[in-house]
């Protein structure tokens, strides 16, 4: 059996472990347009800051692929897929036969049309290492930053280039940080804390000139601001790699669309991973639900699937944030939703809990520095737990095991009824 993988992330590693456990002798290939082995891509802002040091960028060990006898073909973009002859074709013209193919061709970086933007060289997109890497070279003590987008991708950006530069400003066209994920009140304690740190923001305006000769000099802001600018981050979000299955004719809505097993509308062909849609349990919609766990569960689905035929059935999911800034820790699962009467403050110094409660279940919530019983709120939510057979009000107090009847507490630590 021949195996093929475009995409050596999360979900392309996760899908060649599960195939070779269960197939000893297959033949696998993995295909990257990358030019490093998997690494951490959450990592990437830890080496920008230098606090992570590139041997310990890795995502496995060394010698993971070879001890698992896979072929990795670096630097290697797929032009083609021939689902007909079952085959993809690499830029080079290499032809590489399959009979199983996995695509888990991740994000892209969406560049919006800006005036003056086209072919400038200090412009980066800060979503793979390689980008790190190039941004680390470029930037010196003297840099003026510029961030366009003060979601995560642009706000871990400015995390890691503190320290290293002259000046950093965020921007974004929406009113707060992180406006797809948090609402005011959280947005506004998490900005606060990173203003902290010396990087303005500048909300509710976009780019609308980039001036420079190659170089990027200054943006120029939709309110007519201007700013001097040598490092220029375009951070504004993501979008699905579907070109290459699309361009097969492949079902694709906003993303790849696959079944419960991971396959998409072509046989034999597999998705996972970003490129894909995803059944958000909570939402009752498919979404693209992009998440490095989301994207291990899903390659491993796809790659056990693909070896020994479809009886594995992809994990249900739902949206969640872990990440910290300048140390503050945030942590926020499932539908957060604007503040309503159901919605719960409890909110002191640089700390917030906030609990989405909709027809007696938890729906959503966003712990700001009081992520210590995340565990037990988001099994609250995956297990869809009616809040009034616990045994407390969790709005009331601080949440523990002991919210759990005894029944339910038993079965949770010794896995059985007693």
């Not at 412009?123 to 070279?137: D, I, M, Q, W």
């Not at 894909?276 to 689905?301: R, Y």
Request: glycine share 8%.
């Amino acid at each position: 059996m021949k195996y093929v993988i475009i995409g050596n992330s999360a979900a392309g590693v996760n899908a060649a472990d599960a195939i070779r456990k269960n197939d000893k002798k297959g033949q696998i290939t993995i295909i990257s347009n990358e030019e490093f082995p998997a690494y951490g891509r959450p990592l990437i802002s830890y080496y920008l800051s230098g606090k992570v040091k590139p041997e310990n960028m890795s995502y496995r060990d060394a010698s993971f692929y070879k001890s698992r006898k896979i072929d990795v073909l670096l630097n290697t973009e797929v032009t083609k897929i021939d689902s007909k002859n079952k085959k993809v074709i690499t830029s080079g013209g290499k032809k590489i036969d399959y009979d199983k193919l996995l695509i888990a061709t991740g994000s892209v970086p969406f560049v919006p049309p800006t005036n003056g933007l086209a072919n400038q060289e200090n412009v980066f997109t800060f979503l793979t290492y390689g980008e790190s890497r190039r941004l680390k070279t470029a930037v010196n003590k003297n840099s003026k930053v510029v961030i366009v987008g003060a979601g995560l991708i642009g706000l871990k950006a400015a995390e890691g280039l503190f320290g290293q530069v002259a000046k950093i400003t965020v921007l974004d066209l929406a009113d707060r940080v992180m406006a797809s994920v948090l609402d005011k009140p959280a947005a506004k304690l998490i900005q606060s804390h990173i203003e902290q740190n010396d990087i303005d923001f500048k909300l509710g305006v976009s780019v609308a000139e980039v001036v420079g000769e190659k170089k990027v000099s200054k943006v120029v802001l939709s309110n007519g601001e201007s700013l001097l600018c040598d490092i220029l981050i375009v951070a504004v979000g993501v979008r699905p790699n579907v070109a290459l299955a699309k361009e097969s004719g492949i079902k694709v809505n906003r993303a790849i669309i696959v079944d419960e097993y991971m396959q998409t509308s072509q046989k034999d062909i597999y998705a996972a991973g970003d490129c894909v849609e995803s059944w958000d349990c909570l939402a009752n919609a498919c979404k693209v639900l992009a998440l490095w766990p989301n994207a291990s569960n899903q390659g491993e689905t796809a790659g056990f699937n693909m070896s020994v035929g479809n009886k594995q059935k992809a994990p249900v999911s739902f949206a969640m944030n872990a990440i910290s800034f300048f140390g503050l820790q945030l942590i926020s699962a499932g539908i957060i939703g604007e503040a309503n009467k159901n919605s719960i403050f409890d909110r002191a110094a640089n700390k917030l809990r906030r609990l989405n409660i909709v027809d007696d279940k938890l729906l959503g919530y966003v712990l700001i520095n009081d992520t210590q019983r995340a565990g037990i709120y988001t099994a609250l939510i995956n297990d869809k737990t009616k809040l009034s057979s616990l045994e407390y009000d969790i709005t009331k107090k601080d949440i523990g095991l002991s919210v759990y009847p005894k029944a339910s507490r038993v079965c949770k630590i010794w896995g059985q009824t007693k």
